[in-house]
């Protein structure tokens, strides 16, 4: 598929069938996140993988209780074969920014020099690879946040302390399903948000 096309095409999807996903392909989907910048090629960024309804399920048992999924406005979001979180070592930066090719910056003092957090940067663009990839696979993707439950899903799948999870992207084939009332924004125009030679 061509890139202009690729770039058009990707959407967020919430809707997915019961079908799976074949392993090489979620290889495949994993490899390109993973050629996205990192910062001092800091490489921090690891991705918790959940294949089938067995581990899904456990995903979903700690973020979505049954009792709150009759009201869910996505339950076919629920279908999705699976679901890959990105998580990245703040600390990890702090530490690599302390080796001598990276100490002038002042950056190994702490998380606290970061003007701008450049794990979740980095993070950010892997995810977005992801989500191309995905798309260049003729899959469906969701990107969402994990908000109040980032801690509980730390612990049910046994990430390491100091992780931060960037959020969780569903991934499986698309089923019909109905836009969220965001995907109606229009998007700003070019010449609204380019500011050539100043603002």
Known sequence: MEFDELIRRRRMTRAFTHE???PMVVDRLLAAA???P???NT??????????AEQTGRYWDTTLPAEH???FPWPELLNAPVLIVPWVDPDAYVERYSEPDKAKTGLGAS?????????FIDGGAAAMALLLAVEN???GALLFGVFEHEDAVRIEFSVPNGRRALGTIAIGHRAPDRPSQSAG???RPLDEIVHRGGW
């Open 20 to 22: 799976p996903i074949d």
């Open 34 to 36: 993973r050629r996205g």
């Open 38 to 40: 990192s910062a001092g």
């Open 43 to 52: 490489s921090s960024l690891d991705f918790l993988v959940l294949e089938g």
């Open 69 to 71: 999924r009759r009201s």
């Open 111 to 119: 998380t606290d020099a970061w003007a701008v957090p450049y794990w």
């Open 137 to 139: 696979e003729d899959l």
């Open 185 to 187: 924004r229009e998007r």
